[in-house]
């Protein structure tokens, strides 16, 4: 059954404009969550269309849509060419990924997501994946945690930190969100209090469940399953993915680094559709608080 909290889906319009769904085609949401956009998308095929939605936490699957047209994949989105390749699809109309977390996930007290609650500090999108944020907090040195606050949290303090962090591990270590908080907060600017702290949080969830990585291997699978004329749609809600995913659609590479062929041309497998980033209205932020960091993103793979 579904839950009505678990999410809202972000630019609902905006996606569904920007796959430019076919109605018998076949599409995928990487990004299933509480399968807003694939219900969306499930109302514009026919009989013929269909539907693979991706997601490896577990709870997602409460939301499973009983439809014919659609199929549950219970995996990382990393894995998309293989699982296509097993459900007997060589191509696909359209790809969606809407990279945020879920309400679901914060509001979830026992999965330590958010600084709001005092709990373990897990994590883990996939609860069967071996390593939790209290383990990287446990493990890694020095150096390795300032990167990861640096690199994903863009944190000024990053290094001092990472510091408190490592020699807490004298005391017990760091193993509940309220341990957290407790080590980091003399290096937490109280006027920005909530975004550091949410910026902390993000680069946590960001090596757990090693999302960079998994969105680059999307990335690459998701332009080689795209027939000529098939449209990607990618919501982003930081610079660091929304970089990824820009650098990509410009040159076939997260680098961002063109590669032209003899005449000039830009050996790149998809073209932008929209050249300006689409965000959501005052009206969506309103009533959808989590979509304010949101940026739409969507390109056409090049006829060949």
Known sequence: MQSPVYHIPALLKECMDG???KPAGTYVDV????GGHSREILKNLNAEGRLYSFDQDEDAQRN???????RFVYSNFKYLKNFMHYHGVEGVDGVLADLGVSFHHFDDSE???SFRFDAPLDMRMNRKARCSAADILATYDEKRLSQIFSLYGELRNAHRMASAIVARRDKGGVKTTGQLL???????????????LAQLFQALRIEVNN???????????????????GRLVVITYHSLEDRIVKNFIKSGNVEGVLEKDFFGRVNAPLRAVNNKVIVPTDEEVECNPRARSAKLRIAEKEEQ
């Open 211 to 229: 999302e960079m990585d998994s969105l680059r291997c999307m990335l690459r699978q998701a332009s080689e399953l795209l027939n000529p004329g």
């Open 19 to 21: 796959l430019n769904i």
């Open 64 to 70: 499973i849509v009983s439809d014919d047209r659609f």
């Open 111 to 113: 999965r330590g997501f």
């Open 31 to 34: 990004t299933f969550g509480g």
């Open 182 to 196: 407790e080590v980091v907060s003399p290096f937490i600017n109280r006027k920005q209090e909530k975004k550091e």
